[in-house]
């Protein structure tokens, strides 16, 4: 908690919050003080092209468990978001390191680079391109909604690493977070044993129509941007009620050009984000929005383009490591509840090179991205216990009963 409280107070919001983008002075504050306590603790600090930071146990020959998220948030977000999942590395291998206990192989924990994509898109920019998902100079070439350059940004920050990317991959990834949703504390459970992560699909839609007086344009010869984006809106919306089951969508920004109260816009710029945990579901409603598209171009007489921002597939988490963790709550005294994960999250990619499960404990109310985000201090003490007995049953510590739980099936 005190680490917890410590980064907290640099980009403090009013509430409880950070505001922390990806790549910024505040960011780079908060990577220094996470580096010292690396440091602190006597661990091997590597920084790579995008600006990962690893740092593992040294005095070893064999790959780590590797913990870890991110210390990057959104405008106006909570203070365990991602934060949580980092410290709580520390706090583990800090246990480790005190009490003694050998392992057959060393515990690292990473934090990686624009997790949100706040500020840079796509999210989880920094493990993807860790494991080898997206080029580095691509990366470093992505510019941001403030027309900033990722590599120049993390030049100016002094994050530009030696370290090669894609990165060594870890015997295997294990990310503690908070829900950021109210399913766990709706049904009184501790502990999440996360088994998969939905497919996200983000979209910028572009719409030029004609700029016009607004008071002496007929309705019937408008070719308005601002209704077309609000026909989008509720199109997706009735979209997710229609499917059901986990599909969800949200138009989360719109941009009016230009935007004032008098005048039919000449523009409207929007984002469109659609998450499913089945992937013929997600691409359904993909083809869906683009056949919508098309129908109200020719309908309102407006120019539409769409630019995928980012695009992942579901992915389902190693069963193995899934069992660990639903043991560990288990044997904590703790209940626990197999379930998917709605949010992204940096896991998701390492589960393409190496075995990798998730740890949630609940979110109060389900707030989170909301400087309101709270987690009881009994629900974080618990997951960190959760992560520590998981990973050290990978690394060959204890507990002695789970027996060849040290070497996960590589696929």
């Not at 950070?18 to 910024?24: C, E, I, P, Q, V």
């Not at 941007?225 to 138009?251: K, M, S």
Request: proline share 5%.
């Amino acid at each position: 908690m005190a680490r917890i409280d410590a980064l907290h107070e640099i980009s403090p919001l009013e509430g409880g919050g950070n505001s922390r983008l990806a790549f910024t002075d505040h960011d780079k504050a908060g990577r220094d003080l996470v580096v010292a306590w690396m440091r602190d603790l006597g661990l091997e600090v590597t920084i790579d092209g995008i600006g990962n930071v690893v740092g593992v146990q040294p005095g070893f020959d064999v790959s780590p468990v590797m913990m870890g998220s991110h210390i990057d948030t959104v405008a106006t977000g909570g203070r365990f978001d991602g934060n949580l999942g980092v410290l709580s590395g520390l706090e583990v291998i800090e246990a480790v390191i005190e009490s003694g206990e050998q392992l057959t192989r060393p515990l690292a924990v990473g934090f990686f680079s624009n997790e949100e994509g706040a500020r840079f898109a796509p999210d989880m920019m920094g493990s993807l391109v860790y494991v080898g998902g997206m080029g580095v100079e691509e990366a470093l070439d992505t510019i941001g909604i403030d027309g900033k350059r990722v590599g120049d940004e993390l030049e100016q920050i002094g994050y530009l690493g030696g370290a090669p990317v894609p990165g060594t991959s870890p015997h295997a990834f294990v990310e503690l977070h908070v829900e950021q949703g109210p399913v766990l504390e709706e049904e009184g459970v501790t502990i999440g044993a996360v088994e998969s992560v939905q497919g996200i699909s983000w979209t910028e839609i572009v719409i030029e129509g004609q700029s016009n007086h607004a008071g002496t344009t007929p309705i019937r010869l408008r070719h308005d941007p601002a209704y077309v984006a609000a026909e989008i809106a509720v199109f997706v919306r009735n979209l997710a009620l229609r499917f059901g089951g986990d599909q969800v969508a949200t138009v989360g920004r719109i941009d009016l050009h230009p935007n004032l109260v008098n005048v039919v816009p000449a523009t409207a710029t929007l984002t469109v984000d659609l998450r499913n945990t089945d992937e013929g579901f997600l691409a359904q409603a993909e083809a869906e929005l683009r056949a919508r598209l098309v129908e109200l171009a020719n309908t309102e007489g407006v120019a539409i383009s769409a630019n995928v921002l980012a695009r992942f597939e579901p992915v389902v988490f190693d069963p193995r490591i899934v069992d660990l963790v639903e043991r560990a709550a288990k044997r904590n005294g703790h209940s626990v509840k197999r379930m998917p994960s709605g949010a992204g999250h940096d896991a998701q990619m390492f589960a393409r090179v190496c075995p990798t499960a998730m740890v949630f404990v609940p979110s109060v109310e389900g707030v989170s991205h909301n400087p309101a985000e709270f987690t009881s201090v009994d629900d974080l003490a618990a997951g960190a216990q959760v992560l520590l007995d998981t990973v050290l049953s990978l690394a060959g510590g204890y507990p002695s009963q789970e027996a060849h739980a040290s070497e996960p099936p590589h696929e």
